[in-house]
């Protein structure tokens, strides 16, 4: 099955550790010498429609990411805060 990237942006992605939405993919981290995506950038959002709070990115690695579905995307994260990868 093939996806585009602008159809990934509108699915939910769901932890599948506790069910917790955690939100919409806003980019991705791609190699750009191999192709391969390194990780899945959302955007949290948090207050009154996210408009009173500032928002920050929550990285989740390719390696948690269990199913991209038609319109979900599940993945297994342990811990939201785990430590992001050097660049």
Do not use: C, Y
Not at 58 to 86: C, F, Y
């Amino acid at each position: 099955m093939l996806v585009k990237t602008s159809e990934l942006w509108l699915l939910d992605v769901i932890n599948t550790i506790d069910g917790q939405r955690l939100g919409n993919i806003t980019d991705l981290d791609i190699d750009l010498a191999t192709g391969r995506i390194n990780a899945l950038i959302l955007t949290e959002s948090s207050g009154f429609f996210g408009l009173f709070r500032r928002s920050h990115d929550l990285e989740i690695p390719w390696e948690r990411v269990i199913l991209i579905g038609i319109d979900v995307i599940l993945v297994e994260m342990a811990s939201l805060r785990e430590p992001k990868r050097g660049r």
